[in-house]
């Protein structure tokens, strides 16, 4: 007799835990075949309103962390990764990857969490200024995190898309709620029990999934939300861009291939900062007539 | 006004199934309220709180602010109703008399050595006199609930009807603290001794102890109110207070409150929501009924 096979049921993950939606709704997700591998969680607005409440609830923690402590964070999301290395790889070899470049593509983001883990500690350093005036002030500016960022993950890549799109905002103080890619969401849950296992606390980040034709608008609508990260292929961005003017979020729609290794930098962590300029009056230092 | 009774004439309670409580609870908070019925309900709640700030740190400043908020709670929103009363210790009466009386906001002040209640009559008495004095349309009275416990139901019914009778013209709450009483048979028998030595409102909580007005608890007073109201056919009020914070649970409230006792009781002369940050919630609440945009804590006023 042929064995009834067992088909997982992927659940969202909000406030450190794994709910399933509110509207108790899911759809299936199909390989090339048409085959279908796996439940998935069908979000309602309501699960992004849920999410949005517990992004805001854990940021103001995650910020106040040390920088370098952050790193230490992100650098455990690494190795919690390269842990479950193989789970990832058979994931992305049911959504159509081959075996080859299914390793390559958890070998590369892995590097990339590492990549940022690293940035945590370095880049207010290296982007923050200490800016001339013309008169006896100090004066500089310096990066602080947005807030809660909605991102809403590259359709085409499970994994490293994902990865690529989260690690700088969380890298920066930022929590997220993140809408995973519709057609290839298992990693993103995945994703989800390592962030869980590793030492990121609960609410920092949140993955939602489901259609974004309906997860768009409540995300980008949503004034306790400060910036939206999306993919430029994403048909709503005029939409998400409309929908933001109203409590003034920045978007951001990346047109990188972030595929490729290039695509990293400490421009995707200062896209979601907002700088903060500080003046200090100084007196004239050693009898020069300049200082700083 | 209220008849006098004595002691011996409240009648003996019922005991409480908690089980069954908690199940009809259950139902309650099942109900979905949706458009023009969760936008009635949710201006209803607002009309229907009492506005509280009660802490040693509290300042003529933080008072000021919360009066002027009671009168203006989101004025980028036309149409809103103001509160139903701010509620505030009694050396802040005369303060916040100054502010709201103009506006049609009553003003209530704790009392009988808040929020212990361990202190002797007299100190009780110059404690609500004062208040009275000072202006105070409502006086919240805490019961001796170390008395209760040890059984002096008689003391504590003694103690209400005195402070009763000090309250002239305000209306008398009588703050049971029933995160302290421990069981629900306790919260009934409390409810009923408190209504029939005169209590004008009977009130779950001071704030300061948890747990404190969770639903099974009001349920259970609202049932001795009904149970009053059918023996004697006078009305008595209700205010939950303590752990109200968000729309929904306000909601749920009034859902229970129609269904156990009527809508008579549905306005603030008869119900009242005693919160700190329940405003707001509604507020946002409202604002994103209409806009159908899920609102920010940023664009409000701080509690």
Same mark, same amino acid.
């Given at each position: 007799m042929k064995r009834v096979e067992v088909l997982k049921t992927y659940k969202l993950y909000i406030d450190g835990k794994f709910p399933r939606t509110e509207s108790g709704r899911f759809y299936k997700v199909l390989n090339k075949a048409k085959e279908p591998i796996a439940n998935v969680c069908l979000s309602s607005r309501k699960d992004v309103r849920n999410a949005v409440q517990s992004a805001r609830k854990a940021q103001g923690s995650w910020q106040e962390r040390t920088a370098f402590n952050r790193g230490q964070v992100l650098y455990r999301i690494a190795e919690m990764l390269e842990g479950r290395r193989a789970q990832f790889v058979e994931e992305l070899m049911l959504e159509?990857?081959?075996?080859? +470049?299914?390793?390559? +593509?958890?070998?590369?983001?892995i590097d990339r969490i590492v990549y940022y883990a690293g940035w945590c500690d370095k880049f207010n350093q290296v982007a923050s200024s200490v800016n001339p005036v013309s008169s006896s002030h100090f004066n500089f500016s310096s990066y602080e995190p947005m807030g809660v960022i909605g991102i809403m993950a590259v359709?085409?890549?499970g994994l490293l898309g994902l990865v690529s799109m989260l690690m700088p905002v969380i890298a920066g103080g930022n929590s997220c709620v993140i809408i995973a890619s519709e057609d290839k969401p298992l990693c993103a849950v995945t994703l989800a029990e390592v962030l869980n296992s590793s030492d990121v606390p609960g609410g920092v980040v949140n993955i939602l999934t489901g259609h974004i034709d309906e997860l768009w608008s409540p995300l980008s609508s949503h004034m306790d939300v400060n910036g939206i990260s999306l993919d430029v292929r994403n048909k709503y961005v005029t939409k998400v861009q409309l929908a933001s003017v109203d409590n003034l979020k920045r978007v951001r729609a990346y047109s990188n291939d972030f595929s490729l290794m290039q695509e990293q930098g400490i421009q995707f962590i200062t896209d979601f900062q907002e700088l903060k300029t500080t003046w200090h009056p100084i007196e004239k230092i050693g009898g020069a007539s300049n200082s700083y | 006004m209220t008849a006098k009774y004595r002691f011996n004439e409240v009648p003996p309670s019922p005991s409480i199934d908690k089980v069954g409580v908690e199940e009809r609870v259950a139902r309650f908070q099942s109900r979905s309220i949706k458009t023009t019925a969760k936008m009635q309900g949710l201006k209803m709640a607002l009309s229907m709180i009492d506005l509280t700030t009660l802490e040693g740190k509290d300042t003529e400043g933080k008072v000021k602010q919360m009066c002027f908020k009671a009168a203006h709670l989101h004025n980028g929103h036309p149409g809103l109703p103001v509160v *139903? /009363?701010?509620?505030?210790?009694?050396?802040?009466v005369g303060l916040a008399k100054s502010i709201v009386g103009k506006y049609g906001i009553k003003v209530a002040s704790v009392s009988t050595a808040f929020p212990s209640g361990q202190a002797p009559l007299d100190v009780k008495i110059a404690d609500t006199k004062y208040a009275v004095e000072n202006g105070a349309d409502e006086i919240d009275m805490v019961i001796s609930r170390g008395k209760f416990l040890a059984g002096e139901h008689a003391f504590v019914f003694d103690e209400i009807a005195a402070i009763k009778e000090l309250c002239g013209s305000a209306r008398l709450k009588v703050i049971l603290e029933t995160g302290e009483l421990t069981t629900l048979d306790n919260v009934r028998r *409390?409810?009923?001794? *408190?209504i029939y030595a005169g209590a004008d409102f009977i009130k779950t909580s001071t704030g300061k102890i948890q747990p404190a007005a969770t639903l099974q608890v009001t349920y259970t007073m609202l049932q001795a109110i009904r149970d009053?109201?059918?023996?004697?056919?006078k009305m008595v009020g209700m205010k939950p207070a303590g752990?109200?914070?968000? *729309?929904? $649970? /306000?909601?749920?409230? $009034?859902?229970?409150v129609k269904e156990v006792l009527g809508e008579e009781w549905l306005t603030n002369k008869w119900f009242r929501f005693g919160a700190s940050s329940l405003a707001n919630d509604v507020l946002m609440q409202i604002l994103k009924t209409e806009s159908g945009i899920y609102q920010s804590a940023d664009y409000f006023t701080l509690d």
């Open positions: 159509n990857s081959t075996k080859k +470049e299914a390793q390559m +593509e958890v070998d590369n983001s359709q085409s890549s | *139903a /009363a701010v509620c505030v210790y009694p050396s802040m *409390a409810s009923d001794i *408190a009053y109201y059918d023996e004697t056919g752990g109200i914070s968000n *729309a929904k $649970l /306000a909601l749920h409230n $009034l859902v229970m």
